[in-house]
């Protein structure tokens, strides 16, 4: 007698949840796997403010590395001498 009125007392949440679960049953097999391969995708997918922190870190990396040379290169440079003087 204990177990019928504790079943029957059941909350909103739970009944929606077991609503969803027959409906999931409703499902053959492979139209579950192929929505949870596509919410997996979904998941792990890329998304373009990734992909572009990625391109602006390597077009500073490159710009901060050219930098680098074009001053060190600029700064031994001596345009006073002419290259016929030895």
């Known amino acids: 007698m204990g177990r019928k009125d504790a079943s029957t007392a059941r909350t909103p949440v739970d009944q929606y949840r077991k609503q969803i679960g027959k409906q999931d049953y409703k499902k053959t097999r492979p139209m579950l796997r192929a929505t949870r391969l596509k919410a997996e995708a979904k998941k792990t997918a890329l998304g373009v403010k990734e992909v572009s922190l990625v391109l602006a870190a390597i077009l500073v990396f490159l710009f901060a590395f050219y930098a680098f040379f074009y001053l060190n290169v600029s700064n031994e440079v001596d ?6 003087e030895n």
């Open 79 to 84: 345009l006073d001498l002419d290259p016929d």
